[in-house]
């Protein structure tokens, strides 16, 4: 009888040791920057009912939730002359932590002070087709700010992500719009009821190209003229101000329409306003005015973000924007917030393909007492807890063996020091402290705990 090998489902991943010292420190430095803005942390359940995640991503990102199959007797009483799915699935799991916020807020909404500075370290799931850098379970770090409309709010999230790549090491490009902006296209090319169509197609120009859009956009009904707006938009280039200067006499009236976008005119006083506060703030990393940004979820309203990264290509390493109406959906209404997503999974190849996790990432023991017998171990044991009391890493082999094999764990740990400590050390009242890498040894009085420390430091 054969034994079937053991495997996990596609798109999804195993995290040893390794991998999980270094996801903790993308994690642990994205933390300590949230928190220096005055952003606390906050946890939602893996799953929601489906009636909170549904309609909220659009019709693609609805193809994407996973399905929980009720428990129980799921199809006991299925009417099969109606549709199956809503009747043996109720819950599914979150397909990202911005709904799940927005859900939290509306119904905790009497615990909590506005406006609300939160941030969310959780997985995610997605039905999306695997490949590189993308997976169907995935770590988010979102930080979020709902309460107010100030763009000083957006201005912080910019800053973050400057800071957090900063410390990581990753040179990264900001990508900035404004869906008002994206709403304006659709207004001067003649087809205000289509931007959601057009939103949908100009979000996949980096992965289809151009004519792919174009072609995408006339399936939906855009007329030519229509279509031919929107690529003289997407063709612009040079600086923020140059492409805001012709953005202004498009929406002015100045395209073939002559139709005049006062909602298009109203994003780019956003976003003349946030690149204005980014210039006194001064912030290191690159900023584009990105026309072709669109993010192709339903609930962003205003500014519109997504960071990737100079010197590896793997797509958007982090994204977000304003989202104006999200609360209502939960009964909330008029209450603005923005928010941003670091994708901790591409950020970790990112940091592989660089070669940029510090070194020492994967020391977790500081000291390692090697045993030689029973009355050695007993001696050893409450150096080891005056020691761990002060906040060293240190392990205790297990058993009595030979030396070379616990020198060997020692070196595949890769941990710094080890002791080594027989009856003369015993008699002594010593411990014998040795540092693997530069050879120097030491014998230490067993109460000179500030001496040991002072060695191991």
């Known amino acids: 009888m054969s034994v079937q090998k053991p495997s996990i489902p596609k798109g999804t991943r195993d995290f040893g040791q390794k991998e999980m010292a270094r996801r903790n420190y993308i994690f642990d430095t994205i933390r300590s920057v949230f928190r220096t803005y005055g952003y606390q942390e906050i946890q939602t359940p893996a799953q929601e009912n489906l009636s909170t995640l549904l309609g909220k991503y659009g019709e693609e990102g609805d193809k994407l939730l996973f399905r929980i199959l009720n428990s129980g007797d799921a199809f006991g009483s299925v009417d099969f002359d109606k549709p199956l799915t809503p009747q043996v699935c109720e819950k599914g799991l979150r397909y990202d932590l911005t709904v ?38 995935f770590y988010q770090c979102d930080v979020d700010v709902i309460g107010s409309r100030s763009q000083v709010n957006e201005l912080e999230l910019v800053q973050m992500v400057d800071t957090v790549f900063g410390k990581l090491g990753v040179r990264v490009c900001i990508h900035i719009n404004n869906r008002k902006v994206l709403t304006g296209f659709a207004e001067i090319a003649g087809a205000p009821d289509k931007v959601v169509d057009i939103t949908v197609a100009i979000d996949k120009l980096d992965k289809i190209g151009l004519e792919k859009v174009k072609e995408e956009m006339a ?64 912030i290191s990393a690159p900023v584009e005015m990105d026309l072709s940004l669109a993010r192709g979820l339903n609930y962003y309203t205003g500014a519109i973000f997504e960071v990737k990264a100079l010197d590896w290509e793997i797509g958007s390493i982090c994204g977000g924007g304003r989202y ?44 390692l007492f090697a045993v030689m017998g029973a009355d050695e171990l007993r001696y050893v044991l409450p150096v080891a807890k005056a020691l761990r009391g002060a906040g ?36 002594a009242g010593t411990v014998n402290i040795k540092n693997l890498q530069s050879g120097e040894q030491k014998a230490f009085a067993v109460s000179a705990l500030q001496e040991i420390l002072a060695f191991l430091s």
């Open 219 to 282: 399936d939906k009904g855009l007329e030519a003229g229509g279509i031919a707006v929107i690529e003289q938009i997407l063709s612009l280039s040079g600086s923020f101000g140059e492409k805001l200067a012709a953005m202004k006499a498009l929406f002015n009236g100045g395209s073939a329409s002559g139709v005049v976008s006062e909602t298009g005119l109203k994003g780019l006083g956003e976003l003349e306003e946030l690149f204005g506060l980014m210039d006194a703030a001064g």
């Open 324 to 367: 104006d109406n999200l609360t209502g959906i939960f009964g909330l209404p008029d209450l603005s917030g923005v928010g941003i997503s670091f994708g901790a999974d591409r950020i970790y190849d990112v940091l592989v393909g660089l070669e940029l996790f510090p070194a020492n990432l994967e020391q977790a023991t500081t000291l």
């Open 100 to 137: 799940p916020f927005a859900r939290y807020v509306v119904q905790h909404q009497s615990e909590i002070s506005f406006p609300f500075k939160r941030f969310q370290i959780q997985p995610v799931w997605r039905a999306d087709r695997p490949q590189k850098g993308r997976y169907r379970e």
């Open 392 to 427: 060293v890493a240190v392990e205790v082999y297990p058993e009595a063996t030979k030396l070379k094999k616990q020198f060997d764990y020692a070196d595949k740990k890769a941990i710094p020091f080890i002791s080594i400590n027989g009856s003369s050390e015993i008699e």
